[in-house]
């Protein structure tokens, strides 16, 4: 069985998926932190798929793009959630709502 | 030398900005001092100014000196600049000149007060603003100056604030020139959109070249006239200007007689093109209300009885004829009335404020008379203005007001006849100030109405007192009656009981032995009730006497009484019989006899007795002899009988573009318009000789309220804005606040309202941002793939 851009682009719907659904339902920011990841990656996997399969770099050029904003987003959003976390061991991502309108 | 014209408002303006640094430490008479050598340095710099101006050739005498660029706007710019030519600089000496010697005489008028600095702070500020109205070179500037002269006038007519009267003169003058000041904003903007700029230099190019067409001259011409009509003091916004002699009377001369009040016509001449561009029935209206202004308050000033009020009327009506001038395109007799009014009228006003000064704030011409025997050289020089407004050869208004009503004639008899009757009010109404005021008896010291009415309300008030003692005397009187007959029952009752007494007494005697022991007591018992008998009887006769003199004492307080009220009545009748102060008076009205009474005339009477009117300081006189000269020679800067000598009229072509009224009429016409003129100046002149010095006729005749149009006018006026008026003006505040405001503040209460509610979607969750996020997402991918499938 020949392996296709379309498992690439199933596995990478998958994968966004289970990252939107983590968001979601889960509450610990850590594990949404990683949820988010998650659904950064998927879209670098459709990238890439697209990329080889229409044989044009520019999708593979975004994904540095994506890659470079990503370890910049957990540099600061890691930081955001260790500072969040040392001052409420336990806390969930709801409970910080203090810039409620 | 023409480069110096910024120095001409500069002077002033300096002299300002001096005063309002240091005036206070200055103080009295210094800051006089020095607003005054600030408007002698601006009359130098015109006196250069204009001597440039004369080495140029005459085509080349129009300068403009560009100081900086004012309002820069795109395309659109406004300059600071001077536009020196013929016309502004004729202009600007007369002002600095009238103006100098205005701020000379007011050193002296000001003496005293309290805020001495910064009456001379106004002044100065009052002259740059009209030196700017006059020199500008464009729309703009000559605006700023228009608006700052009006609020000059404003803060100088109720300079003496405390007294309501004065300061809500101030406000009527600022409000009826508003009115006037919209036209001249409606105008500039309507030269603007015409010509796309508002230098003067390009609206004279403008009106010539076609760039403007004969509607859109009209429109502004009749716009430039509400505001010449504002400033100008003319049908149907003058209003004002008797109201504004409320100011010290310098004011009333420099503002109110010699300059700013020209403005508006300088205004109207300055435009001569457009002028001449628009429909001809806009020219004769501007000639039209010149000459009913003239007439109607000439006809008021008849019936004035302040000295200053008639001076005010009379130049409401000479400025009408400077209207009537530039309406039938007379520009230059326009600009030659305007000079000598400026002389002559100055010179009256300052003699006026002289007079006042002189007999201690007294501006009633009725309480005036005789003076010329204690202020010799002011009435000798308000005789000269007074020979000058009048049309009196050789003296300069003559000269002016013949030359108006000779171009009046050539376009219109029907103006001329108007001009006309207008001179021979004029004539007569300052004969007959001059006589009451400087001639026949010295009324000042004559006892007033109300103090005629003070001396007898004193007494009628004492005999009221009396009235009052006596019927208080009377119930005494009547109580002491009702006690002493209260009395006379007890008295005869206790004779009643002595007799008793005497009857028991003599029956026990009677009946006892002689002989025994008990008869002697018996007899003295009985001698006993004798005696009681008499002794009651005795007090019985008291008391009646008592009552007796009670009635004679009631008697006497009711004839007190009586006495009382008759005397009352006598002085009521007194009171209504007393010297009566006439309301007309002439030359020989006679002195109310108040001999009967003079003790308890009020202190005002009695500190009038020890006054005496006296001439004022040299500062005020210097000013009165030279205007006085100036009024007697101006004629000569446009004498008619050869073109040699039109030397104003040489002048100012320069200024008016060919654009006046060519005069048609003959030289014969012309003497016998000038032999008319004259003739009407002594008929009138005889009549109120006749009638305020010889008596041939009773004043009343002619002093007729029903006559004084302009003041009835100004009556309806205040009775329609303080009545309809006021509401009509309530209603528009009411729909400000109740419909724009509520428009305009509904607005961002809109936008708030909405960004309260929306602010509730920001929950802080940040789950329920990322559905939203997601679910649009969607959303956008739906709407996307299927623009890309169908």
């Not at chain 1, 199933?10 to 920011?29: C, K, Q, W, Y």
């Not at chain 2, 005497?502 to 002689?514: H, I, K, N, Q, Y």
Request: hydrophobic fraction near 50%.
């Amino acid at each position: 069985m020949e392996v296709t851009e379309t498992w690439y682009l199933v596995l990478s719907a998958v994968l966004f998926s289970l990252g939107a659904f983590g968001l979601m339902t889960r509450r610990n920011p850590l594990v949404m932190f990683m949820c988010v990841e998650l659904m950064l990656n998927a879209v670098n996997i459709s990238f890439v798929a697209f990329s080889s399969a229409l044989d044009d770099l520019a999708g593979q050029s975004a994904v540095f793009f994506v890659l470079v904003v990503a370890a910049a987003e957990v540099v600061v959003g890691l930081s955001i959630v260790v500072a969040l976390l040392r001052r409420q061991p336990d806390a969930t991502a709801d409970e910080f709502v203090e810039m409620r309108g | 030398m023409l480069e110096a014209a910024w120095l001409i408002p500069a002077f002033p303006l300096t002299g300002f900005i001096l005063i309002l640094l240091i005036g206070r430490r200055l103080g009295e008479p210094l800051a006089g001092w020095l607003g005054t050598a600030m408007m002698g340095g601006s009359f130098l710099a015109t006196v250069a100014v204009f001597f440039g101006l004369v080495a140029e050739e005459e085509p080349e005498r129009f300068f403009i000196q560009t100081l900086f660029t004012w309002v820069p706007a795109g395309s659109f710019s406004v300059d600071i600049g001077f536009l020196v030519d013929p016309l502004s600089i004729a202009m600007c000496l007369f002002i600095t000149g009238v103006g100098t010697l205005i701020h000379l005489y007011s050193i002296g008028y000001m003496h005293g007060d309290e805020n001495f600095s910064k009456f001379f702070l106004y002044l100065n500020l009052f002259a740059a603003s009209m030196l700017l109205l006059v020199l500008g070179d464009n729309l703009l500037l000559t605006f700023l100056g228009w608006e700052g002269v009006g609020a000059c006038s404003y803060l100088l007519i109720s300079f003496w604030f405390k007294d309501e009267a004065n300061a809500s003169a101030g406000k009527k003058a600022f409000v009826t020139n508003r009115i006037g000041d919209f036209g001249f904003m409606l105008g500039t903007f309507l030269v603007f959109s015409a010509i796309g700029s508002i230098k003067y230099a390009d609206i004279i190019v403008g009106a010539n070249s076609g760039a403007l067409t004969v509607g859109t001259a009209t429109g502004i011409t009749l716009l430039m006239l509400l505001a010449a009509t504002g400033k100008s003091a003319q049908i149907p916004l003058f209003v004002w200007l008797p109201d504004a002699m409320a100011g010290p009377t310098p004011v009333s001369a420099l503002i109110h007689a010699a300059t700013m009040v020209t403005s508006g016509v300088y205004l109207l001449i300055r435009l001569n093109p457009v002028l001449d561009l628009s429909e001809p029935w806009s020219l004769s209206l501007i000639a039209w209300i010149g000459a009913i202004t003239g007439l109607v308050a000439a006809l008021a000033a008849v019936v004035q009885n302040d000295i200053k009020k008639v001076l005010a009327y009379s130049t409401v009506s000479q400025l009408g004829y400077l209207f009537m001038a530039v309406g039938i395109g007379a520009y230059v007799p326009a600009m030659f009335h305007m000079i000598t009014h400026a002389f002559f009228k100055a010179l009256l006003f300052l003699g006026s404020g002289s007079v006042i000064h002189g007999v201690h704030d007294e501006q009633d011409m009725r309480r005036m008379g005789g003076l010329y025997k204690m202020m010799p050289i002011t009435a000798g020089t308000f005789i000269i203005g007074w020979l000058a407004i009048a049309g009196v050869p050789p003296f300069a208004g003559f000269w002016s007001k013949d030359e108006i009503l000779v171009y009046a004639w050539d376009v219109n008899p029907a103006l001329w006849a108007v001009g006309l009757v207008t001179a021979l009010l004029t004539a007569f109404y300052m004969t007959r100030q001059v006589i009451l005021t400087f001639f026949g008896r010295t009324r000042y010291y004559d006892a007033h109405t109300d103090e005629i009415d003070a001396a007898f309300a004193g007494r009628i008030d004492a005999a009221s007192a009396d009235i009052e003692a006596a019927r208080e005397d009377l119930v005494k009187a009547q109580e002491a009656i009702d006690k002493a007959i209260g009395d006379l029952p007890k008295r005869e009752e206790a004779i009643e009981k002595a007799k008793a007494n005497l009857g028991d007494a003599t029956a026990a005697v009677e009946a006892s032995d002689p002989d025994t022991e008990g008869h002697d007591k018996l007899v003295k018992a009985l001698d006993k009730a004798v005696k009681g008998i008499s002794k009651s009887e005795d007090a019985l006769a008291k008391a009646q006497a008592k009552v007796a003199e009670a009635e004679a004492g009631f008697a006497v307080a009711e004839q007190a009484q009586v006495d009382a009220a008759s005397r009352r009545q006598g002085l009521d009748a007194a009171r209504r019989n007393a010297p009566a102060v006439p309301s007309h008076v002439t030359a020989h009205t006679a002195a109310p006899d108040v001999s009967e009474f003079e003790d308890d005339l009020p202190e005002s009477y009695k500190a009038r007795q020890e006054y005496h009117p006296h001439e004022s300081p040299w500062t005020m006189t210097l000013p009165l002899v030279a205007l006085s000269g100036l009024a007697i020679v101006a004629g000569g800067l446009n004498l008619p009988f050869t073109k040699d000598l039109h030397f104003l009229e040489h002048w100012l072509e320069p200024s008016l573009f060919a654009n006046e009224h060519k005069l048609t009429a003959s030289g014969t016409e012309k003497i016998v318009m000038a032999a008319i003129a004259v003739a009407a100046a002594s008929i009138a002149i005889a009549a109120a000789f006749a009638i305020y010095w010889r008596g041939k006729a009773r004043p009343e005749a002619v002093e007729n309220p029903a006559l004084a149009l302009a003041v009835n006018y100004d009556k309806a006026i205040a009775s329609v804005a303080g009545g309809p008026g006021t509401d009509g003006f309530n209603g528009a505040a009411w729909f400000d606040a109740k419909v724009v405001d509520r428009a305009v503040n509904g607005v961002p209460q809109l936008i708030s309202y909405t960004a309260s509610k929306s602010r509730s979607l920001q929950s802080g969750f940040v789950r329920s941002y990322g559905l939203v996020l997601i679910v649009g997402t969607g959303a956008l991918a739906v709407v996307l793939l299927r623009s890309l499938v169908l």
